[in-house]
């Protein structure tokens, strides 16, 4: 019904930039909220930040002022640009999108930050 496919991972060094796109094929409405969880290695996956249909934002302390999420509704897609990357920002990144009461999640996307 609803399918999320990420892209945009990759090795970056620490002050580099990368940007995510996630593509929702299925069921999609510009209302459904969508967002970027992260899972590093040896942790639990943690909320990074979310998106309302009307653009709405919040982010983890922990990427503010560094991410961005933004969302292109004609184009069923939803985009992370991440700046000023740390190393502790290493992790995989996955897309989710709240369609009541379900949370559909991708298949994720790697980014690692190192020199």
């Known amino acids: 019904q609803v399918q999320l496919v990420e892209s945009g991972g990759g090795l970056v060094q620490p002050g580099g930039s990368l940007r995510l796109s996630c593509e929702a094929s299925?069921?999609?409405?510009?209302?459904?909220?969508m967002g970027w969880h992260r899972q590093a290695p040896g942790a639990l996956r943690e909320w990074v930040v979310s998106?309302?249909?009307?653009?709405?934002?919040n982010y983890a302390n922990s990427v503010k002022g560094r991410f961005t999420i933004s969302r292109d509704n004609a184009k069923k897609t939803v985009y992370l640009q991440m700046n000023n990357l740390k190393p502790e920002d290493t992790a995989v990144y996955y897309c989710?999108?709240?369609?009541?009461?379900?949370?559909?999640w991708g298949q994720g996307t790697q980014v690692t930050v190192s020199s």
């Open positions: 989710n999108m709240f369609v009541s009461p379900t949370v559909y």
């Open positions: 299925g069921i999609f409405s510009s209302d459904y909220p």
């Open positions: 998106i309302t249909g009307t653009g709405d934002s």
